[in-house]
């Protein structure tokens, strides 16, 4: 299968910038080059015109972006080049096959991330890793919404959950999601493709991942609460802080309250209890 990439060009204190505006666009696959941003489309998921704008508005950092069509290739072997060990608060290491990091820590990841979103790289996602880490998975039911590289459910096995659903609207999300599932040998996760609304989900589960961004965390904060139940935690990133204030409000209008937040570079993780 080919897909179209679209190329960023643009300074590094503009490169969280636009990875999050990309995803306000529909884009769910990049990744950080030496010069930018690679977005990736399946299916033509975002409209051209979308891009258009979105360089308009940015004219005046210098911003240039092209679209290209790119064959499928081998992509661990793209990120062998670029893709560094991740290593969260000294107890989490976050690691390809090809990776030898010494030392030793309470939970090793083993992610090769393919072209999907979620290698501990990105503050959001190394946010939602740190917040796992403080939270006791034993005997838990967890549902990673938007699950990416599948790294936050792998992290939820690892701590000692006893169920996870994860799913996503991308199948080469899904796909990479299963093969990183396997090669961490967890065996107590169900992968779906699909949205919120359209996977087999439980009834409620104790604990909720959803590392997307902000307007799909908006739309979709009251279906995360009827999965909910009292004393269910709801783990929330994908935003940067100042707009993690919209976030909140959100979900204290629908009667969520705030346990604890975390930041690391303009971006915000907020963990929420019903």
């Known amino acids: 299968m080919d897909y179209r990439v679209f190329t960023v060009t643009c300074t590094e204190e503009f490169k969280d910038i636009f990875i999050a505006e990309l995803a306000e666009i529909g884009f769910d696959t990049m990744q950080e080059t030496e010069t930018g941003i690679e977005a990736f489309s399946e299916n033509n998921q975002v409209e051209e015109s979308a891009t258009t704008k979105l360089l308009k508005r940015y004219a005046h950092t210098g911003v240039v972006g092209e679209w290209n069509l790119v064959a499928n290739t081998n992509w661990n072997e793209e990120w062998e080049k670029n893709y560094e060990p991740v290593i969260v608060e000294d107890k989490c ?8 990091v010494e030392g030793k820590f309470d ?5 090769n991330p393919r072209m999907s979103f979620g290698t501990g790289h ?10 796992a880490l403080n ?5 838990k039911e967890v549902l990673d919404a938007g699950c990416g590289t599948g790294i936050l ?3 939820a096995e690892k701590k000692g959950a006893s169920h996870i659903d994860a799913y996503d609207v991308s199948q080469l999300c899904v ?3 299963i093969d990183n599932v396997a090669q961490n040998g967890c065996d107590k996760i169900n992968v779906f493709t699909g949205t919120v609304t359209e996977v087999p989900l439980k009834d409620t589960y104790d604990i909720i991942f959803a590392n997307i961004n902000k307007n799909v965390l908006l739309d979709e904060l009251p279906e995360y609460k009827k999965l909910m139940k009292s004393g269910t935690y709801l783990l929330l990133s994908g935003f940067f802080e100042a707009d993690g204030e919209d976030i909140l409000a959100k979900a204290l209008s629908i009667q969520m309250k705030l346990v604890s937040k975390y930041v690391k570079n303009g971006w915000a993780c907020l963990v929420m209890e019903l």
């Open 122 to 131: 990105h503050a959001t996602t190394y946010l939602m890793v740190q917040a």
């Open 175 to 177: 796909d990479n999601t």
């Open 107 to 111: 939970l090793e990841i083993l992610i």
């Open 135 to 139: 939270h006791n998975f034993t005997d």
């Open 153 to 155: 459910a792998i992290v």
């Open 93 to 100: 290491l976050i690691r390809a096959n090809f990776h030898q």
